[in-house]
Nanobody, 121 residues
Framework: QVQLVESGGGSVQAGGSLRLSCTAS????????VGWFRQTPGKEREGVAT???????TYADSVKGRFTISKGSAAYTVDLQMNSLKPEDTAVYYC???????????????WGQGTQVTVSS
């Protein structure tokens, strides 16, 4: 029922910034977590950042200090601000949602279609 759509991907030079947005439709009233993931061809999908209902965030070591996940300015949106981008950040980025129960995110079972981020050197 809930659908997620990513936007904001594109091409940027190393050191630049991009802001990705994840917008939910058919929004559920249950407590939830939103996560950003990324994947490149031939590599395992990698968790990038998560935001839970209580406002707690987590980040992969590879992006900590450079990326920030937060609620977007628009309703039912979550943003991923990406600064100091590196070529290694090139990937398809996906947002996903999970139920938030007993202070933990359950399985991410709702996924967006992905948005391409390309960082050139």
């Amino acid at each position: 029922q809930v659908q997620l759509v990513e936007s904001g991907g594109g091409s940027v030079q190393a050191g630049g910034s991009l802001r990705l947005s994840c917008t939910a439709s058919g929004y559920t009233t249950s407590r939830s977590c939103v996560g950003w993931f990324r994947q490149t061809p031939g590599k395992e999908r990698e968790g990038v950042a998560t935001l839970d209902e209580d406002g707690t965030t987590t980040y992969a070591d590879s992006v900590k200090g450079r990326f920030t996940i937060s609620k977007g300015s628009a309703a039912y949106t979550v943003d991923l601000q990406m600064n100091s981008l590196k070529p290694e950040d090139t990937a398809v980025y996906y947002c996903a949602a999970a139920s938030f129960v007993a202070d933990r995110c359950l399985q991410f079972n709702i996924w967006g279609q992905g948005t391409q981020v390309t960082v050139s050197s």
